[in-house]
């Protein structure tokens, strides 16, 4: 592949995939000889994706990807309502696989009021790696119960024991 002939087709605004079919040679084969020559094609946007601007349900804007195969769009909330509706359900299945309520005083009023506490060798904090897969969850789930707040400080401060109840 001459360069002189690279350099026309680029000059033309073809992309890497076009000037292999016009040369009849592969994408990595053009690659090469842009590489070994020094030059580069321009980059094309997709027609497949377009960015759009959307508002999310606590009012902020942001951008999003539409592509050409769903029309309907494919987020509707921004990244940080995305996470944080991510970690609130994960939550919820945490509170409801341990029983749904106090171990101790059977509060059940608030699910962020509750807390898993570890009974032995705790592996990970769960509040803080809600974004583990489930399955790794639910395996440090076996090794905790459900408390609420006030009953957790109390066990904690040695008030209360668990083997008591």
Known sequence: MEKRNLQSSIK?????????????????????????YGLRTRNKQSPRLTLTESKCECGKTFQRGRSHRRDTGCRKLCGYCKVKKSRRTKKNRIVGSLGGKCKLCGYDKCFRALHAHHLRDKEFSLSRNLNKAWFKIEKELEKCVLLCANCHAEVHDGLQRLEDH
């Open 12 to 36: 033309k605004g073809n992309t890497q995939r076009e000037i292999a079919e016009e040369f009849g040679v592969s994408q990595a084969t053009v690659r090469h000889y842009l590489k070994k």
